[in-house]
């Protein structure tokens, strides 16, 4: 006598998309999403990292996701309208300052930040006449933008 399988194999060849969808949803949901919370990539070149930044301030180019270092040497104060935003300048290697605004509505602020830190960053640069600004140094709860970060001290704010 013959026992019929619960799943038939049979089943399971005819509708294996199913299964490994079901799987890569699975997965994607179980590891947290899209969003990482682990150690953010390297920066882009060990040399300084802010290649790319240097040439959208240069070209005056705006909407550019760009990866940096540089020191802090000023804390401004908290921008509160609308989202809120913790600020800062940043000097470059490269001698040049950037306003990097960090929305602390969707990210952790950085309590700890003060002149002469250090700071990584990966965000989306938008030029103005004073250097410009890194924003977007969070995730996106919708999903629509890439996710950037601020690393301080060892730690990620992202």
Sequence with gaps: MRIPAVFPVKYLRNHVWIVAAFLVGYLA????????????????NAAGGNEALVRAMAARQSHVEVQG?????????????????????????????IL??????????????????????????EWNPK???????????????????IQHNGQIYQ
Aim: charged share 25%.
């Design 29 to 44: 949901v179980a590891s947290g999403g899209c969003v990482s919370l682990q150690k953010p990539p390297a920066i882009e």
């Design 131 to 149: 250097g410009g600004i890194i924003h977007w140094t969070h995730h996106d709860p919708s999903g629509r933008h890439l996710p950037g970060w």
């Design 100 to 125: 990097i605004a960090h929305n602390i509505d969707l990210a952790q602020s950085i309590d700890a930040l003060r002149e002469g830190d250090r700071i990584e960053f990966k965000g989306e640069y």
């Design 69 to 97: 270092r540089g020191l802090v040497t000023r804390v401004l104060t908290p921008d509160r309208d609308g989202s809120r935003h913790q600020r800062f300048i940043v000097s470059l290697d490269s001698g040049q300052t």
